[in-house]
């Protein structure tokens, strides 16, 4: 079964200090990974995805995200954190057998708190 | 274009009553999601619909029903509300490609007191 991990509930970094939040996955075949972004009292938005090709990937407001096969692992990253990037960050994962390329899996979130 | 769009924003509802809540995009999108959101559980799938006229159960299904009588919406009924449906509710819609991302609607804040 599909499924997606998000070991930390809360990171928390200075502002101007790397960031990465941590995403690990399970899925049968080709996984699509994504990540998206959830101000307060906000839908989400997409901020990237890994399909094929390089394994970094660059998206929007200055994130990238690293796919690594062996480690099933797809870890966001920013070199250097804003406080305008403190909101909810969710990592989902489009793929495996059984129709699962239809549906997008979840991880349960992470709350970055980038502090001045 | 207003994207996806989510009517009401907010519900307060008493155990047993009923409610829909409508979903509509304008991007020509194929597939349609709904989701809730609880704290701590992420974002949890509770019924799709990979076309008009097909709907399909996802993670979370029992208590809601759905349809798709048009391609731009996409609507989840409440037959008989109870507290444990009290959440915010995400609709959200894509192209049919497999690696297409999912665009989503502002949400609806429901409590079922």
């Known amino acids: 079964a599909q499924s997606v991990a998000q070991p930390e509930d809360q990171v928390n970094v200075a502002e101007g ?16 990974l994504f990540w998206y972004v959830q101000y307060p009292n906000r839908g989400l938005q997409f901020l990237l995805k890994y399909i094929t090709g390089d394994n970094l990937v660059k998206g929007s407001y200055g994130f990238e995200a690293e796919f690594n096969k062996s480690q099933t692992s797809f870890h966001l990253k920013k070199p250097s954190a804003l406080v305008s990037d403190s909101a909810l960050y969710f990592c989902a994962v489009r793929g495996g057998l059984s129709g699962g390329y239809n549906k997008l899996i979840f991880g349960a979130g992470t709350r970055l708190a980038v502090h001045p | 274009n207003a994207g996806v769009t989510q009517t009401p924003k ?6 047993g009553q009923s409610m ?5 995009q304008d991007m020509n999108h194929e597939y349609m999601y709904w989701y809730r959101q609880d704290p701590g559980m992420g974002l949890r799938l509770i ?15 029992d208590g809601y029903n759905v ?4 391609k731009q919406n996409f609507l989840l009924g409440l037959e008989s509300a109870a507290p444990s449906q009290t959440s915010v509710y995400f609709c959200a819609s894509t192209r049919a490609g497999e690696a297409d991302e999912q665009f989503f609607g ?4 429901l409590t079922v007191l």
């Open chain 1, 17 to 32: 200090n790397p960031l990465t939040v941590k995403c690990t996955y399970s899925v049968s075949g080709n996984p699509y």
């Open chain 2, 10 to 15: 907010f519900r307060v509802l008493k155990t």
């Open chain 2, 20 to 24: 829909t809540l409508l979903c509509a």
């Open chain 2, 47 to 61: 019924h799709y619909s990979v076309g008009e006229g097909t709907t399909a159960k996802g993670e979370v299904p």
């Open chain 2, 67 to 70: 349809s798709r009588l048009k």
């Open chain 2, 106 to 109: 502002p949400g609806t804040r």
